[in-house]
C-alpha cells in the first residue's frame, strides 16, 4: 500500500465525512421535493445492468433514514468521529477506508442480485416482476451501514476513549464498538419482511463488516499511530534491512517481553527518550510511553 499511497495519495479528498454528510442532505432534499426521483438514484443492481450505470455513484445520495432530530445528531457523531479517524490515520488510509466500503457494498449488491436469482429464480419470470423485487430491495444499500463499519472502526482505534451516551452516560468506545457489532449481527440474523429484501439487506451489512475485517487485519498494527509514526517505522525497517548488521543476543522489549531467542526475526533498538536502559522491539519502538 505503500507504493500506492505515493502514487495516488496526492489525490485522497480531505474533509471527507463532510463531503458525505453534505450528500445526505442533498438527499434529503430530493426526498422532500420528490419520493420517487430518489428511487431512480438507488444502488439497483437489475437497472445497472440494463443501462443506467449513474446508479453506481448515486446511491451514495440516498440518506439512510428519514429526517429528525435523532438523525441530525448521528450525522454530528459521525462527523465527529470521522474527522478525528482523518486526523489520526492521515486522509490518504481514511480515503482508503470509505472508498473501499464503497466498493465492497457494490460487489455486494450485484452478489445480493445473483442469489435472488438462484433461490428464487422461478418468482423472476418477467422483467415487471424482477424491477419491482430489485427496486425494492435497493432501497438496503445507502452508506447506513458503511457509517456502521465507521463506528467499529474508530472503537478499534480508540478503544478506551470516553464518550457520553445520550449526552448523560460515559461509555468507553470498546463497549460501544461491541455493541454495534451485536446490532450488525443481530440485524444479519433476523430476517424482517420479504426474502428477497432480506437477501439485500444481509448483504450490505456483509459489506460493511467486510471492510472493517479487512482494514483491520491489514492495519491493527498501525491503527493507533499517526502518519508521522507509521513513516518512522517503515524508515526503521527500511534502515534494518539496508544496514543487515548481524543481530546480537540478549535482546529483551521492555513493553512484551519477548527476546530475540522468541523470535529471531525481531528487531530491537534503546529508545534514546526514555530515561534509564530501556529497550524494545520492533513493535513497540514508536509507540509505547516514554519513562520519565
Known sequence: MSKFEKKFGRYAISNLTAILIMCYVAGYIIQFVNEDLLLLLTLDPYKILHGQIWRLVTWIIAPPSSLDIFTILMLYFYYSV???????????????????????????????????????????????IATNVFLSGSTMFSTYYVNMSIMLAFAATFPNAEILLMYIVPVRMKWMGLIYAGYLVADFVVGVGHPVYN??????????????????????????????????RAKFRSEVRRTATPKMSGHKCAICGQTDEDNENLEFRFCSKCNGNYEYCQNHLFTHEHVK
Open 82 to 128: 470521522g474527522n478525528t479517524l482523518e486526523r489520526t490515520w492521515g486522509t490518504y488510509r481514511y480515503n482508503v477506508y470509505i472508498f473501499s466500503g464503497m466498493i465492497y457494498t457494490v460487489i455486494a449488491s450485484f452478489v445480493a442480485m445473483i442469489i435472488c436469482y438462484v433461490m428464487y429464480g422461478d418468482l423472476l419470470t418477467t422483467t415487471e
Open 199 to 232: 437477501i439485500f439487506k444481509r448483504c450490505a451489512i456483509a459489506a460493511s463488516l467486510v471492510t472493517f475485517v479487512m482494514f483491520w487485519l491489514t492495519s491493527k498494527n498501525s491503527l493507533h499511530m499517526s502518519p508521522a509514526q507509521v513513516k518512522r
